[in-house]
């Protein structure tokens, strides 16, 4: 693994990939008695002798991500935040009693015994319109024209639908009677006084907002939506928009990235592709205004992976190196109380590494839930995926007439595998694979498989 924890008298229990150990909870860095500057293990061209569990730094990383405080949101941006507390309204919808569709408010008894064969004839006294009220009563004998959604004349109890009536020259003829209250929609009929509206914890969707505005809110109070630092570093690396040449190429994990942070609900602060210099990534690394930071690239063993080093100077490298594939390299610290994860640099294993670890950990932040955000479904395998007990597989695969096909290449620098792929599934370190014919989840990229077109 990449690190074990300290035995009770904060002596370590094993080794650690990152020199960090840990007592009463907290981080412990092994150093001379004269307090000088902390043992980091520097891997670079070394490689890990040990990788820790998947399962391991998901429970390090719940332990370690609360939901930050709360704001007070504008209610036209409240879709897909997070209430922080229960909603209770302060008012009746509707406030009033309305018509529930076009036709003419009636006293429900002057309707009586209307038919097709016998039809009732009722005086028209005017109209009602939403909005428009009609100023007079409807009495004995008389009918308003209204219209869905217009408030109900005084004295009316009904509303005969406009399909069974028919007017001309003042006098309105009713072919079906109508009882009292039918058509009509009562006061509070959707929502009374001190109605429990949506409960805390609560992620907006439209019609919630929806609802919101309808009681009159023009606020409402949400978790912060985290933010994010983006740290790209790579002397390689050209910007978007550029076109590859030489030994350089185009910077993709950001693209890729900042599409997942949107998704997840966190705020992007501007970034800029950074130099393999240690000065300028450790100054990306002490971001005061973000929540929670990103590193792309610099994250394994490579002469110029500075990132892990500068992690655990600047405060904690908690894990580096995870028994996974792909995103084996993954690192995670903190800095200045904030969370780092150091990504592959290789486009799938940064993909994986965010769907892990990053994308989790941020949303939780933001008060949603850990849970991937992809719908899932239940398919068998065409063909076995193998794998390796103790190591936790990331598998893309397309899905072909209902049965699941992995993806035949592995290399976690093959970004466009992703695009032909229609999903992944996540091999557990218990299993050494999956056998043709198996039942698996598949997690699925989009909302719907796409069509296959025909060569």
């Known amino acids: 693994m990449g690190w074990r924890a300290a035995s009770g008298d904060g002596t370590p229990s094993g080794e650690f990939s990152s020199w960090i150990f840990r007592r009463a909870g907290r981080p412990v860095f092994p150093c001379p008695r004269n307090f000088g500057a902390i043992a980091v293990r520097d891997v670079r061209m070394k490689g890990f002798a040990e990788r820790v569990d998947v399962e391991e ?48 408010a009636v006293r429900g008894e002057d309707t009586f015994g ?42 009316a109890d009904a509303v005969v639908m406009a399909e069974v009536c028919e007017e001309r020259d003042g006098t309105v003829e009713i072919s079906e009677g109508v009882a009292p209250h039918k058509n009509i929609g009562a006061i509070g009929e959707d929502i009374r006084v ?7 914890n609560r992620r907006l969707r439209p019609q919630d907002v929806g609802l919101l505005a309808s009681i009159g809110a023009r606020t409402q109070n949400c978790v912060r939506r985290p933010r994010v630092q983006l740290v790209v570093t790579g002397d390689e690396l050209l910007p978007v928009g550029s076109r590859p040449e030489g030994p350089c190429i185009v910077d993709s994990n950001s693209v890729v990235l900042r599409s997942l942070v949107a998704r997840d609900g966190g705020e992007l602060l501007p970034f800029e592709i950074l130099p393999d ?51 084996s390299p993954t690192g995670i ?19 994986c590494a965010y769907e892990f670890f990053a994308g989790p950990s941020l949303r939780a932040l933001g008060g949603r839930s850990r849970e991937w955000p992809h719908r899932r479904k239940w398919l068998p395998l065409a063909r ?25 290449t592995s290399g976690a620098s093959i970004l466009s595998s992703t695009v032909r792929a229609d999903g ?9 694979g999956m056998a043709e014919g198996a039942e698996v989840e598949v997690l699925l990229y989009d909302d719907e498989l796409p069509e296959r077109v025909a060569p």
């Open 333 to 351: 610290g903190r800095v200045e109380g904030r969370l780092v994860f150091l990504l592959p640099g290789n486009p799938v294993s940064c993909l």
């Open 424 to 432: 992944c599934v996540i091999v557990p370190r218990e299993l050494e």
């Open 114 to 155: 209307a038919s097709a064969y016998d039809t009732i004839a009722l005086s028209v006294r005017g109209e009602a319109l939403p909005g428009k009220p009609f100023a007079g009563r409807v009495e004995r004998g008389s009918a308003v024209r209204v219209m869905t959604g217009a408030p109900i004349p005084e004295g």
């Open 194 to 200: 001190d109605d429990l509206v949506l409960r805390a």
């Open 57 to 104: 730094v998901q429970a390090f990383l719940r332990t370690h991500t609360r939901a930050l405080a709360s704001e007070a949101v504008d209610l036209l941006s409240c879709v897909g935040r997070v209430l922080v507390e229960d909603v209770r309204a302060e008012i009746d919808v509707p406030g009033f009693v309305r018509s529930a569709m076009d036709g003419y």
């Open 277 to 327: 210099r240690p000065e300028v990534i450790r100054e990306a690394l002490r971001c005061l205004d973000a929540d929670l930071v990103i590193v792309s690239g610099g994250s394994s063993v490579g002469t110029e992976d500075h990132a892990p080093r500068l992690v655990a100077e600047l405060g904690s490298l908690d894990f580096h190196g995870i028994s996974m594939r792909p995103s």
């Open 384 to 408: 076995k995926i193998s794998s390796a007990v103790g190591r936790t597989d990331y598998v893309r695969v397309a899905v072909e007439s209902e049965r699941v096909i992995p993806i035949a």
